[in-house]
């Protein structure tokens, strides 16, 4: 069964809304290098319409220029792209079709496929949402920023049930950026007071 990765930039009080003020600085090999591997689990982008008319208006453009970043917008068009939205859509980067049907059967139609190898999601925070919701996602992927950002959309909102993770790796980098790899877990057993009242702090 396919694994439903997310893919996040990230500010310290947990803002994934990027803004390029607080995120570009930040970006260097090491990032580059984390994204890489990220691109590298899957074969499918599942992605929102917001996240596609980003992608799609940049990337084939940067793909025909010929630059540095060439050959990984040449990766983009070339795998896969499903995109949720409930709005009609006209495509105009290759590879690229639209979620038939609710977004959670889709997914997990997709998980099933084996065919398919991974399912990256790149933003999307709506998506993303949804899916955490429904106990879709099989890994978060967050590059965190030594920046809180203050303002914009979190990846855990307010309302929303608890969700207990488990880290799979961390990593830190020179900038000051944290990567950090969870899995959503089932919740530990209850405790309260009398269960850990001796364990004095400190020790």
């Known amino acids: ?87 009609d859509l006209t495509f105009t980067w290759r590879n690229s079709e639209v979620i038939d049907g609710e977004l959670t059967d889709a997914v997990r139609a997709l998980k099933a496929d084996e065919s398919i190898k991974g399912i990256l999601i790149p933003g999307s925070l709506d998506v993303v949402h949804q899916l955490l919701a429904a106990g879709l996602i099989d890994e978060l992927r967050l590059l965190i920023h030594p920046v809180a950002a203050g303002k914009g959309e979190k990846l855990f909102v307010d309302g929303a049930p608890v969700q207990h993770l488990k880290m799979l790796s961390t990593e830190a980098f020179p900038t000051g950026v944290i ?25």
Do not use: C
């Open 1 to 87: 069964m396919a694994n439903v990765i997310s893919t996040l930039f990230i500010s310290a009080d947990g803002v994934a809304e990027i803004d390029p003020s607080w995120h570009f600085p930040y970006f260097d090999e090491n990032m580059g290098r984390a994204v890489t591997e990220d691109y590298a689990t899957s074969d499918v982008l599942l992605i929102g319409r917001k996240t596609y008319d980003s992608f799609a208006g940049a990337w084939p453009e940067r793909e025909a220029g010929g630059g540095e970043d060439a050959p990984f917008a040449k990766q983009l068009g070339d795998i896969r792209k499903v995109v949720a939205s409930r709005q």
């Open 179 to 203: 990567r950090v790899i969870y899995a959503p877990v089932e919740p530990p057993a209850p405790a309260g007071y009398e269960d850990v009242k001796d364990f004095p702090e400190g020790q």
